[in-house]
């Protein structure tokens, strides 16, 4: 009786305003303010070196000054996680439904996979430079690498959670390997395969950026590395901000992407 | 004892007629070194509705896929319309309903009703699919929800989906393993009303898996009760009880009689034995 009205109150608290505030992006927007004055108030306050720690108005001010600059290299490496994350996500589905349609193959296959997985990626970056030049293609074979893997296995995880009374429903009615595979199992998959998708947005800036900085000529972790070498640390946070700015809209755009390829989607259903 | 009694009063005989749509002789299933079913004999005549009840582990379910051809008999036989259950399910004789609906949630009701029709016949158009699956809609009595998504459904419309789709195939047998198991009481008795318009409207042989006395009463011609370890047939019922039937059955003296005489069958199923 007497812990009634508590669970009474603890009930209509977030009923009242915090459900609508903290749904916002208004709390994220304030933190991130808050960030901003204090780092620019206490690089000022304690003189910290522009080398050391730039003030966000000193990182401001390098990014209008080298805008062109960040711009052109922004756009390379834009380029380069596109295509990367591309190929990444018609590898990663390519080796998934090769494993669940052939059971031999993926009997070989997914353990050699596992296995590769392990393999710190980051480490291949000289030797893909070393194979491949310093162009476009050992960013691709690199982001390729790091991003294939969590769409493969997201795939994987959707095509295999698959109902077995509906299995057995397809069977009875003699459906082939490759009707289940098509009209159940891949459909079946795709809420989860947009979830790894979006991971693979995530890998695919790593990926490229890591590739910049095993060795190019342009691009934004070109611009990083150089811009570190001459201590113009403010130009290396505004290529920074570039990067982050690149890694949201990626995964922005598998979201809207998730949203219009999954619509029935538990996540979606009751919105 | 008591058993005994009521299955020499209710029990059919074993031997095959000729109007028997579906036969099992001596069928016993071992599965992972366990004798799941042993020595089952059944005979279901055409245009019959029998039910299949018994304790949990007793085997109903397992038997059910035997009959769709689902799970292969270690030892005996089992045909339908002289075909074996394999052979029958590809020529389109056999419709499943599970306790799940298992619709494709990114397909909408219709598409979800003539889904299996259109994987059982290749050579069907779009139009022609969509006209049985909305033809098999009317029929559950969902003709005015036929373009909804099944997230958009209750779980009694979902399972009238799984239904129409079992009925789209047009099969001599409905084969349903607790097919109304996971809904509420009334959504049930709603259902299981529905189920018997359908029975007589389409003629079709119905085998229903169920744990509900009530329900196994209530809807078939004949009861058979399941024991356990190993799990077999330990009797059988013939609910002499008119059709059509509907709620008010339950005030029925008869059907009050057959209810306790059918869990008195139960209570004794439940104990495990031998080959008796």
Known sequence: MSDQPVTNLSESRPALSWGAVTGSWLPAAILLLATIVVWEAVVRIFAISAFIIPAPSEIAQSLVAQWGTLMQATLVTAGEILFGFLVSIVVGIAIALVIVRFDWLGRALYPLVVLFQNVPKVALAPIFILWFGYGLAPKIGLILVIAFFPVTLSMLAGMQSVDRSLLSLMNSVGASPTQILFRIRVPHSLPNLMAGTKIAATLSVIGAIVGEFAGASDGLGYVIQFASTQLDTALVFAALLLVSVLGIGFYYAAEVLERIIVPWAPKFSHA | ?276
């Open chain 2, 1 to 276: 004892m008591r058993v005994e009694t009521i299955r020499a009063a209710g029990s059919r005989p074993a031997d095959i007629r000729h109007d028997d749509l579906i036969s099992a002789k001596g069928v016993s299933v071992v599965m992972t070194r366990q004798l799941v079913l042993q020595n089952i004999d059944l005979s279901i005549s055409k245009g019959s509705f029998v039910s299949l009840i018994g304790p949990s582990g007793c085997g109903k379910s397992t038997l059910l896929k035997v009959l769709a051809g689902l799970v292969n008999p270690t030892s005996g036989s089992v045909s339908i319309a002289g075909l074996s259950p394999v052979e029958a399910a590809r020529k389109r004789m056999i419709g499943l309903v599970f306790q799940d609906a298992n619709l494709l949630p990114w397909k909408n009701a219709v598409d979800n009703a003539s889904m299996l029709l259109s994987i059982a016949d290749e050579s069907l158009s779009r139009a022609d699919l969509r006209a049985c699956g909305h033809e098999m809609l009317e029929l559950v009595g969902l003709g005015d929800s036929a373009h909804k998504r099944p997230h958009e459904l209750s779980g009694g419309m979902r399972q009238r989906v799984a239904i129409a789709r079992a009925l789209a195939l047009d099969p001599a047998v409905l084969l349903m393993d607790e097919p109304f198991g996971a809904l509420d009481a009334i959504t049930r008795d709603s259902m299981g009303q529905s189920l018997l318009e359908i029975w007589q409207r389409t003629g079709k042989t119905i085998v229903l898996v169920t744990h509900s006395i009530d329900e196994a009463i209530h809807l078939s011609r004949h009861v058979h009760v399941m024991g356990i370890k190993p799990g077999r047939i330990t009797g059988s019922l013939d609910i002499g009880l008119p059709y059509p039937r509907d709620l008010s059955l339950e005030e029925d003296p008869q059907f009050v009689r057959l209810l306790v005489q059918l869990r008195t069958m139960l209570r004794a199923s439940h104990k495990p034995g031998g080959a008796s």
